[in-house]
């Protein structure tokens, strides 16, 4: 089962990160997700792929009712982030999935009606939760062609997606970024790799270099806290990405 | 994970099987598909050879009225069987479309049965694990009550076929007094004779089915 950890709480405002299940198997990549709590709501980011819905699941139950559950929020469209959808809307069927417009009919394949979709424009825009502005921010082709990420201002932390992911090594389970030249080694294959633009990647930066973040967390490998998120941000921009070595 | 252990809710969730065998029913109804698409052909072949068989008995005149009358009625058993495999095939659909769905959910169960194991006493999880057997057992139903109607439509296309036996061997009686055409007309029938039988054995197949409980 994986296990969950809280690294943001403020009253009824609290940030739940649903990490590291040592019974999944090795052919299945490692996932985070998180668990944003706010006056007895929950959203769920990136729920993740339906063969590991059964550890999310026990997890979050263990912190949170699943029946309060009141959206999902998918940074984007692929199976290890959206997958177990159907099984999540038999706990609350009338349950939102937040997502960008350009999925809106693509995830349906995953489960859902046309009421449990909310098309997210280009721009992003704010997504409620109990009275707590949430903000969807662009991060197109960042990997995928219609990307958002989730900004929470109050908590000052930002949903990154599969940007800042990292494929760590199982003597590397950290849940934190604790050395950031150690890490990012294990970041740099997959973002020249996964990320398909310079040009996004850039406006990406600049944008994220204006918002206030105390912590910037991926949907694979470990949390960037502090100074390392202006690290990862200096890093990222400096890469050249959407590149193979072939 | 442990697999299984610990669940409580319910105990009509064997689906493991349910989907095994869900997965041989789709198999089955593929295979009955199959035999439908050939006893299709076969009948649009028989509504060909009949209008021939039709100019064929004018040509011979009053030696081959009899014949002329049964190539008709062969026309017509053409049109029926050609009706009474739409109505197979829409049956086909309807399991298809139930047997897909219940494959589907056997999928997700097996997720919330490994989610129920680790989570033994959760309610909710009970809650909606009823609510998926109700719906599961709702599908079975509807997918008993198809094989009921599908294996009727194939009872009454063989009953079709056993009149289309005996008009196709009346043609070669009623060829043998064609005069001058016997040996074309006889031949036309013997034809027609033979893709009737071709059609039986097709719909025998369909009839021992294992999807309708046989060994085919």
């Known amino acids: 089962m994986k296990t969950t950890q809280t690294i943001f709480e403020d009253g009824s405002h609290k940030w739940t990160a649903i990490v590291r299940d040592p019974a999944r198997p090795d052919y299945l990549i490692d996932t985070n997700e998180y668990l944003i709590q706010h006056a007895g709501q929950g959203l769920l980011l990136d729920p993740g792929g339906s063969e590991i819905f059964p550890a999310v699941f026990s997890a979050l139950s263990s912190e949170f009712d699943p029946s309060k559950l009141v959206g999902i929020f998918a940074s984007h469209q692929d199976p290890d982030i959206i997958s177990s959808l159907a099984l999540w809307l038999e706990f609350n069927p009338g349950m939102k999935c937040y997502v960008s417009w350009l999925w809106g009919s693509f995830i349906p394949h995953f489960g859902g009606t046309a009421e449990t979709f909310v098309a997210l424009p280009d721009e992003g825009e704010t997504i409620p939760l109990a009275g707590l502005p949430l903000q969807a921010v662009p991060a197109h082709y960042l990997h995928s062609s219609g990307n958002l990420h989730l900004y929470d201002r109050q908590a000052k932390i930002l949903f990154s997606g599969d940007v800042g992911a990292a494929l760590l090594p199982a003597d590397k389970q950290n849940l934190f970024v604790e050395d950031f030249a150690a890490h990012i080694r294990h970041a740099e294959a997959f973002h020249r790799r996964w990320m398909g633009s310079n040009e996004a990647k850039r406006r990406w930066c600049e944008r994220v270099s204006q918002m206030d973040i105390d912590m910037m967390c991926p949907q694979h490998g470990a949390i960037y806290r502090g100074a390392d998120v202006q690290r990862f941000i200096n890093w990222f921009d400096e890469l050249n990405v959407g590149i193979t070595r072939a | ?216």
Do not use: C, W
Not at chain 2, 146 to 156: K, N, P, S, T
């Open chain 2, 1 to 216: 994970m442990q697999m299984m252990a610990g669940l409580t809710a319910g105990d009509g969730r064997e689906r493991g099987h349910a989907s095994s065998g869900a997965a041989l029913d789709l198999l089955r109804i593929v295979r009955i598909n199959e035999e439908i698409k050939r006893v299709v052909s076969v009948a649009f072949k028989i509504n060909i050879m009949a209008l021939n068989a039709i100019f064929l008995a004018k040509r011979a005149g009053n030696a081959a009225l009899g014949f002329g009358v049964l190539s008709n009625e062969l026309r017509v058993f053409s049109k029926d069987l050609r009706e009474s495999m739409m109505t197979l095939t829409r049956l086909i659909h309807e399991s298809v479309a139930e047997v897909s769905v219940i494959l589907q959910e056997s999928r997700q169960d097996e997720l919330f049965r490994r989610t129920a194991a680790l989570r033994p006493d959760d309610r909710q999880l009970a809650v909606v694990l009823d609510r998926r057997d109700r719906r599961h057992a709702e599908r079975e139903e509807r997918i008993a009550v198809l094989r009921r109607e599908l294996r009727m439509a194939v009872d009454d296309a063989a009953r079709l076929v056993e009149l289309g036996g005996v008009l196709a061997k009346s043609a070669k009686i009623e060829a043998a007094y064609g005069a001058g055409f016997a040996t074309s007309l006889g031949q036309v029938s013997g034809e027609f004779d033979g893709i009737v039988e071709e059609i039986r054995a097709s719909l025998d197949k369909l009839r021992h089915s294992s999807f309708f409980g046989g060994s085919a």
